[in-house]
């Protein structure tokens, strides 16, 4: 959605026009769902999650002032109910962020819908463990990082915007991406690691 056709949505939903609305749901859909699932690691929850940050929408479109950031407002909100739920469900206990989720049925959600894109049988499972693995390293990076490197890299937002959803200084936005990046990396090539340790590792001297 270019800027012209956003802007005329939102002025169409804050008037009331679910059309508009449904268009705003449609364009934001899938790349928030991206961002939940990246950090929850559950699609239930994240389906959950992405209908509170609609729901959200629906009550505080009004107050909305459009200035070009609507993509950081939007991810606001959404990181802002992630936070909110990771906090609850701590203290009780029922969730852990990152973990999979193998009690989804598969029916309907919007992450197999984006899969099933996918035709050839092979690759899609080579694309899940991938998946899976790029799942369980980014659950390993504390959450801040984690939530810089999911907003630039799967969400496609500059560092500006993320600075603004995150709601943190832009120099403070670029550190947490490089250094949750470069983690990342290590995580997911740890024999790379591995092979680097041992290159800068003094050698010891040989015995006579």
Do not use: C
């Not at 990152?98 to 984006?114: A, F, K, R, T």
């Amino acid at each position: 959605m270019d800027e012209a056709a956003l802007a005329e949505a939102i002025r169409g939903a804050q008037q009331g026009n679910a059309t508009s609305f449904d268009g705003l749901v449609d364009a934001y859909a899938p790349r928030l769902f991206g961002f939940l699932y990246r950090l929850t690691g559950s699609r239930q929850e994240s389906e959950d999650l992405l209908q509170e940050v609609f729901l959200r929408l629906v009550r505080t479109i009004e107050a909305y002032t459009h200035d070009g950031r609507f993509d950081a407002w939007l991810f606001r909100i959404a990181a802002n109910l992630v936070r909110d739920r990771v906090r609850k469900v701590r203290r009780s206990g029922k969730f852990v962020s990152g973990s999979s989720d193998s009690s989804d049925d598969g029916n309907g959600s919007l992450i197999e819908s984006i899969e099933a894109e996918e035709s050839d049988g092979a690759r899609r499972l080579e694309l899940s463990e991938e998946v899976e693995a790029l799942n369980r390293a980014l659950a390993e990076l504390p959450e801040a990082e984690r939530e810089v490197v999911v907003l630039r890299h799967f969400s496609q937002m500059s560092f500006k915007e993320i600075a603004e959803a995150t709601d943190v200084p832009l120099g403070t936005a670029l550190a947490r991406g490089h250094r949750g990046l470069a983690k990342l990396r290590k995580l997911m090539d740890p024999d790379s690691a591995t092979e680097v340790q041992a290159v800068r590792r003094p050698r010891k001297a040989a015995k006579g």
